[in-house]
């Protein structure tokens, strides 16, 4: 049972329970894409990243087979990174707008950023017995972050129906039939018997190339949902205390 974040973190990069992601997380550090031909790939699982007094979750889909899995840590090195962290750092919560590696000197302010599933799958696509498989540590992460956070980020359906199963299973009232994801949907979720307070949860599309090389996703759009679930954890964003 981890007590910490740190623990959860540490037991997370050591995880081997899915053997065909594990087998591709080390298949893709072996043949390294060529422009990181001269870096050592991180290989293994990825933990979260950000700050374990966290307000705020944003929860993905998995890391990339040459971003994450390469750098450590999530959304890093990649180009769907390069928009999340660009529109974190455009509203206040992150202290730079890139993320290259986990020596970068990146900090999030009040944020925290994790995924259903913390392996780099084939073709971005986890299977439901992976998903299903690697919920308990997002379950252990929403546990151990119930003192602080108030709002969850999710970006696309996949994290949606995750992050939903694990706080239905946690005690969470969750409207029946389930909310549908969509850009823009917003689920206030009451606080349970067990003290806690209400969970805000916001849907957002990914910020995959599909979508915002399509324009599908602008970072207008990003940021308007990042700002709007910082203001509800009550975390004051630089957009937040705009005038
Ligand atoms: S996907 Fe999750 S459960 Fe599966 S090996 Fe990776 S960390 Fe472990």
Redesign the pocket.
Known sequence: MCRTIAELDAA?AD????PR??AW?EHAARHKRAAYRDQPYWGR?VPGFGPADAHMLIVGL?PAAHGGNRTGRMFTGDRSGDVLFAALHAVGLANQPTATGRDDGLHLTGVRITAP???A?PDNK?TPA?RD??S??LTTEMRLLTPTVRSVVVLGAFGWQALLGVVAREGRVVPRPRPKFGHGVRVDLPATQTDRAPLHLFGCYHVSQQNTFTGRLTPAMLETVLGEAAATAGIATYRSSAP
């Open positions: 997370v995880c081997f329970a899915c992601l594990v997380r699982a998995a599933v913390h392996c799958p986890p992976e498989q690697c308990h540590w």
